[in-house]
């Protein structure tokens, strides 16, 4: 049995396989996914399991070298953002518009779906390398 990081199966599984730059998205329960990219839907009612919960616990065991948010959070959820960058400020974030990211999502390795119900809670994860 697992004894340490993710324990969630098939977040585990994703995490193994990543390689450099390679994209994981963790979403809020409103984001549309598109069919043909994996979902791990983890959401159970809304509001939980939280959006910042989840990215907690997936960067302390994947290596990300960027994330990529919509700029509408800036706009719209003030205080998700703030916690963000100052919570990860060694981690570049970069912005873009919603639908951009959207756009992005059929290159994600896979979605995690939190019940996160607050806008544009949203995170595109890219993979950077341990050596």
């Known amino acids: 049995m697992k004894k340490h ?3 969630n199966r098939d977040i585990a599984a994703v995490l193994a396989r990543l390689g450099h730059t390679d994209k994981v998205v963790i979403a ?3 984001l549309p996914i598109p069919e043909e ?3 791990i839907d983890l959401s159970i009612k809304q509001g939980y ?3 910042d919960a989840i ?3 997936i960067l302390d065991d ?3 070298e960027s994330m990529t948010l919509a700029n509408e959070i ?3 959820n003030e205080s998700l953002d703030q916690h963000i960058r100052n919570t990860y400020e060694d981690i570049p974030v970069s912005y873009q518009t919603h639908e951009e990211l959207k756009n992005e999502l059929k290159q994600a390795k896979a979605i995690i779906r939190t019940g996160e119900n607050t806008p ?3 995170v595109i994860l890219q993979a950077g390398v341990i050596f």
């Open 55 to 57: 990215l907690e616990a």
């Open 62 to 64: 994947m290596e990300v």
């Open 5 to 7: 990081g993710v324990l």
């Open 28 to 30: 809020d329960c409103g």
């Open 120 to 122: 544009f809670a949203n």
């Open 37 to 39: 990219t994996p979902c």
């Open 74 to 76: 800036k706009e719209y």
């Open 49 to 51: 399991p939280r959006f």
